[in-house]
């Protein structure tokens, strides 16, 4: 039972334009997202969050979109440079309890020069 | 600020045979997790600890893993015996609390290999 989804494997972009990542959950208790980064035979890194009391949290070239009613959220990064080619992860959690992260499958991000 | 650190990051062994994976958490981090991601799939928690006690460990096949953190700061998971699909990598990661307001801190990570 996948709870978080992310259902491109994989996004190839050019340098410069905008890349935009997906994600799609099925419990609509889950009240709060992040999105982590990893590089190959790294842990991954966290990259920013949102509430779902927000639609959208910028940080930098860095913003994440929520959209509680189709239980969508994206992450957009604009704009692509090389050093972001990485596997993004989404993933959702309980901001009142000790239930922690569950995480989608990943998106590798490639960033072409 | 020194990270989470795991030791050994790599690791061969041969099915049935037993693993032990250590953590030490970021200084001061009472909440300490470990995760199994497996190759094209997102990290899975296996345990998670609130200083030296259980919080969560529903997803831990307690017939062969078995984690402690008995002082309340590094931690072990124990594998024995292991099994083929056990390959994968043992993340280690720490908290400063608990809940998902509070970032989480991964460590490189354990990889195994069985054969």
């Known amino acids: 039972d996948q709870q978080v989804k992310q259902n491109s494997p994989s996004l190839s972009v050019q340098e410069g334009r905008i890349s935009i990542l997906n994600c799609d959950y099925t419990?609509?208790?889950?009240?709060?997202f992040l999105w982590y980064k990893k590089y190959p035979a790294e842990g991954p890194t966290f990259l920013i969050s949102?509430?779902?009391?927000?639609d959208k949290n910028e940080d930098g070239r860095f913003t994440v979109f929520l959209n509680k009613s189709a239980k969508h959220l994206s992450l957009h990064i604009v704009p692509s440079q090389p050093g972001d080619s990485a596997v993004y992860f989404c993933?959702?959690?309980?901001?009142?309890?000790?239930?922690?992260?569950?995480f989608g499958s990943g998106t590798q991000l490639t960033v072409l020069p | 600020e020194a990270g989470v650190a795991q030791s050994p990051r790599y690791k061969i062994i041969e099915k049935r045979q037993s693993v032990a994976f250590w953590c030490n958490p970021i200084?001061?981090?009472?909440?300490l997790y470990w995760y199994q991601q497996i190759l094209g799939q997102g990290p899975k928690l296996l345990i998670q600890?609130?200083?030296?006690?259980?919080?969560?460990d529903s997803q831990l096949p307690k017939d062969r893993f078995s984690a402690e953190r008995l002082k309340g700061v590094d931690s072990t998971l124990k594998i024995q015996p292991a099994k083929l699909e056990d390959s994968a990598v043992y993340l280690c990661?720490?908290?400063?609390?608990?809940?998902?307001?509070?970032?989480?801190?991964f460590g490189e990570g354990s990889w195994l290999t069985v054969v």
């Open positions: 990661a720490s908290s400063a609390g608990t809940g998902a307001g509070n970032t989480i801190y």
């Open positions: 419990n609509s208790m889950f009240d709060y």
């Open positions: 949102i509430s779902s009391i927000k």
């Open positions: 993933a959702a959690g309980f901001s009142g309890s000790a239930r922690q992260l569950t």
């Open positions: 200084s001061g981090h009472a909440t």
């Open positions: 600890f609130q200083n030296n006690g259980v919080v969560d």
